[in-house]
């Protein structure tokens, strides 16, 4: 009952802990909002510090910039001050000797010859002609040394390390109107590839296994697909059954050429979708057949590197007596390193006097490092009016050949045919 004593004790016991909790709960309040305003004052003091701080920092660094400046500056004028003491050293040495004074003694008129004097000639002339064969010898070395293309067979065996097969002159591609065959050219034409035919066959340098050949070049438009055309139509005309294969898939044009459809083809060979025998087709010149490319493709390389490829090329080799390939240019892609394991040798071709010597380089050692076997070079479009190429290529000219006693066509390739 609340007049009870124990439940009145109670009462004023929990009234005195209520004023107890409250009077401790603001004296603490009151502590903390003390402590809160002196860290207050505290960042206040810390910040002002701060700024004063960074603006001593920043003098600071100025001073070690002019301070800087002042020692690079009294460097300077040290050095400035040890050259001008050098200086005065050597007035004090000249200073020691006598001096000369020299004085105007006025103007005094020049005489003048009776008669004029005429120059030398002879001498003139004959300085002249020193001066002209100088420049003359020296302009001819200096162009062979800044030269850096190859324009003869000789400079071809000497900068690449690789056997001359030929030259093919610029007068036959123009001839032919275009890539040309030896069945449309006279017979200067048809002898300049029978000589790269021959060397091929008779050269006992080269490895025995000939079967197989891979026409190539550095870059486009060199003639690669020219000289591989004429030289299977070179071996044709030897009795030879003879495969053409077109693997440029990029700019080939065999087909054009020799006249046959673009399908079917190696593209479909490869892809599985005709057989070989039908990819082979039969050409106007006879013991020649021709593979075209048959398409088009970003996916050369891998059709290129299937098992089916090397399987072809084993039943080609069964089928034929040569086969030539027309492969894409080395450098840019990677068909021809793809293709170099399939086959025997390559004939290289590099273009007179305009593929430069690195790009050749850079060719051939890409060829050496996929294994590839260069059976040699062929010179290509050789320019025949420029008279040191006509006379040292002679045999290549038309006065040659028109003037030379020679067998009869069919007599001569029997003689050849004999020796191979």
């Given amino acids: 009952l609340p007049r009870h004593r124990v439940y009145k004790a109670a009462e004023q016991e929990y009234r005195s802990a209520d004023d107890a909790l409250e009077s401790g709960y603001a004296a603490f309040e ?20 701060l700024h004063v701080y960074e603006e001593r920092k920043s003098a600071c660094d100025q001073l070690a910039r002019d301070l800087g400046l002042f020692n690079a500056g009294k460097l300077n004028l040290y050095g400035a ?40 000639r002879a ?71 029978r000589v790269i035919r021959t060397n091929l066959l008779l050269d006992q340098s080269l490895p025995e296994d000939r079967k ?16 591989a055309g004429n030289l299977a139509v070179s071996f044709a005309q030897l009795g030879q059954k003879v495969l053409l294969i077109d693997a440029d898939f990029h700019q080939g044009r065999q087909h054009r050429t020799f006249g046959v459809p673009s ?39 891998e059709l290129l590197s299937r098992a089916v490829f090397g399987e072809v090329m084993q039943e080609l080799r069964g089928r034929y007596d040569r086969i030539i390939i027309d492969s ?13 394991p399939h086959v025997d040798g390559v004939v290289f071709i590099l273009w007179s006097s305009h593929t430069p010597v690195s790009q050749i380089q850079a060719a051939l050692k890409m060829l050496a490092s996929n294994g590839a076997q260069v059976f040699g070079c062929v010179v290509n479009r050789l320019d025949l009016g420029v008279a040191t190429n006509y006379y040292y290529y002679y045999y290549y000219s038309d ?14 390739e029997s003689v050849e045919a004999t020796s191979v």
């Avoid at 005065?88 to 020049?110: A, I, S, Y």
């Avoid at 097969?165 to 275009?178: R, T, Y």
């Avoid at 010149?285 to 996916?299: E, H, Q, T």
């Fill in 30 to 49: 009151n502590r903390l909002h003390f402590r809160i305003e002196h860290l207050a004052n505290e960042k206040e003091s810390l910040t002002r510090l």
């Fill in 399 to 412: 006065y040659y050949y028109h003037s030379y006693h020679r067998l009869p066509e069919g007599q001569e």
């Fill in 263 to 301: 399908s079917p083809g190696l593209g479909g060979v490869l892809e599985g979708e005709v057989a070989c025998d039908q990819a082979c087709q039969p050409s106007s010149v006879p013991n020649l057949d021709v593979m075209a490319k048959d398409r088009k493709g970003r996916n050369v390389p």
């Fill in 81 to 120: 001050y040890r050259r001008m003491a050098e200086r005065m050293e050597l007035l004090d040495f000249g200073g020691k000797h006598e001096t000369m004074h020299v004085e105007f003694g006025g103007h005094k008129l020049l005489s003048r010859p009776e008669r004029p004097r005429s120059p030398n």
């Fill in 212 to 227: 197989v050949i891979l026409v190539t070049s550095a870059m486009p438009k060199e003639g690669k697909s020219m000289t």
């Fill in 123 to 193: 001498k003139l002339a004959t300085f002249a002609l020193l001066v002209g064969l100088v420049v003359g010898v020296g302009a001819a070395f200096g162009m062979e040394y800044l030269t850096h293309t190859i324009s003869l067979l000789e400079q071809a065996e000497e900068h690449l390390g690789i056997p001359g097969l030929g030259v093919i002159p610029e007068l036959a591609s123009k001839k032919a109107g275009g890539p040309g065959l030896l069945t449309e050219g006279d017979h200067s034409q048809r002898e300049v590839f």
């Fill in 328 to 340: 894409p240019p080395v450098l840019g892609l990677s068909e021809t390193c793809v293709l170099t």
